[in-house]
T-cell receptor, first 114, second 108 residues
Framework: EAQVTQNPRYLITVTGKKLTVTCSQN?????MSWYRQDPGLGLRQIYY???????DKGDVPEGYKVSRKEKRNFPLILESPSPNQTSLYFC?????????????FGSGTRLTVV | AQRVTQPEKLLSVFKGAPVELKCNYS??????LFWYVQYSRQRLQLLLR??SRESIKGFTADLNKGETSFHLKKPFAQEEDSAMYYC??????????FGKGTKLTVNP
């Protein structure tokens, strides 16, 4: 089944403790992206990747890092999480750049930073 | 700059009534526009794209370049249509910009 898999689904952590949210897709998509979803703000793009070893900032990249060493994986790294990063995070992939062929989204990761 | 505006945060209709979710965009070139739907506690799913000119689950959306709009319509709403709906725009940059979403509630 074609899908985007994120882990974990839920995570509670403390301020400053580094964490990684994994994202993997099995559709051989070149384009991958991370979004955060907050009430009243909709979805805002954090980072995106056009292909292996090619990543770029989205609209809200501060406090986040990403890497794209393999085509299928696009982990999101929070080196020193803070409470304002409490949010619902979605990974997405697309056959064509910028989601122009339509995004496939993961199930989301609900992160709470205390 | 690319911008998507969904003027209604909340929209409530009765089952069987027509529904229209508004989406306006700001982009000087030729945009690609999408509607995504998110049912309660589920992932976002692509509902439709303007280039496909398709009808999914009874929903349609027409791109009006003159009014820079891409409103989503359904003639007869069903309770299972209750969800969050997001309009999204891809312009010249390599990213998709989402509106803030409209929560549709269809009452029995």
């Amino acid at each position: 089944e074609a899908q985007v898999t994120q882990n974990p689904r839920y995570l509670i952590t403390v301020t400053g403790k580094k964490l990684t949210v994994t994202c993997s897709q099995n559709m051989n998509h070149e384009y991958m992206s991370w979004y955060r979803q907050d009430p009243g703000l909709g979805l805002r793009q954090i980072y995106y990747s056009m292909n292996v070893e090619v990543t770029d900032k989205g609209d809200v990249p501060e406090g986040y890092k990403v890497s794209r060493k393999e085509k299928r994986n696009f982990p999101l790294i929070l080196e020193s999480p803070s409470p304002n990063q409490t949010s619902l995070y979605f990974c997405a992939s697309s056959l064509r750049p910028g989601g122009s062929s339509g995004y496939t989204f993961g199930s989301g990761t609900r992160l709470t930073v205390v | 700059a690319q911008r998507v505006t969904q003027p209604e945060k909340l929209l409530s209709v009765f089952k069987g009534a027509p529904v229209e979710l508004k989406c306006n965009y700001s982009y000087s070139g030729s945009p690609e526009l999408f509607w995504y739907v998110q049912y309660s506690r589920q992932r976002l799913q692509l509902l439709l794209r303007h280039i496909s000119r398709e009808s999914i689950k009874g929903f349609t959306a027409d791109l009006n370049k003159g009014e820079t709009s891409f409103h989503l319509k359904k003639p007869f709403a069903q309770e299972e249509d209750s969800a969050m709906y997001y309009c999204a725009l891809k312009g010249g940059s390599e990213k998709l910009v989402f509106g803030k979403g409209t929560k549709l509630t269809v009452n029995p």
